[in-house]
């Protein structure tokens, strides 16, 4: 009986680390990361395609901290002409030890991983994952990005082991939204 429930065990470990070695992304968050610095108006550049931002252009997100300490998120874009905008909140689990790791809520307590996987040193470009390798999201503080900012974060994401190819690249172009 012993020998089955080992057997049993070690099938299910081997299992689990096969699976996670088969999406092969590493979703590791970066060690550093100034939240003060990290503030603001953040542009999306790209990202991959998912039911809430489908077909939405001039999408950004802006963070602050509210009087009581905690993150404040709005993200907002342009769908079909309309501004939509979702107001959710952000926390930091273990700020000291994983700053770069947060849990955002856009409904309730339903809260998902948002994992800052590439910050550049003057905090004008970044490289945003969760656990999944189905988010991946390259935001700047402008609403473009040069060139080597560009290949550097793409560069980034590749080797980190997600699929550049799957990027849509967000219009920031107001006139050709409507």
């Not at 003060?36 to 953040?42: A, C, D, H, N």
């Amino acid at each position: 009986m012993k020998k089955l429930i080992m057997s049993a065990a070690t099938a299910v470990l081997f299992s689990a680390v096969s699976c996670s070695a088969v999406t092969g992304h590493d979703s590791t968050p970066v060690s550093q990361l100034d939240l003060q610095r990290y503030l603001g108006t953040w542009y999306e550049i790209a990202r991959y395609d998912h039911k809430f931002e489908r077909g939405m252009d001039d999408v950004t997100a802006e963070y602050s901290v509210t009087d009581d300490g905690k993150i404040l998120v709005i993200n907002s874009g342009w769908k079909d002409g309309v501004r939509k905008v979702a107001e959710g909140k952000a926390k930091c689990p273990d700020p000291v030890g994983n700053p770069a790791h947060l849990r955002v809520s856009f409904f309730l307590f339903f809260y998902a991983d948002y994992n800052i996987l590439y910050i550049d040193p003057g905090y004008t470009h970044v490289l945003i994952g969760s656990k999944s390798d189905k988010y991946l999201w390259i935001m700047s503080r402008t609403p473009t990005l040069d060139e080597s900012a560009r290949n550097a974060i793409l560069e980034e994401a590749a080797r980190r082991g997600y699929d550049t190819s799957k990027l849509i690249w967000v219009n920031h172009d107001r006139s050709s939204v409507k």
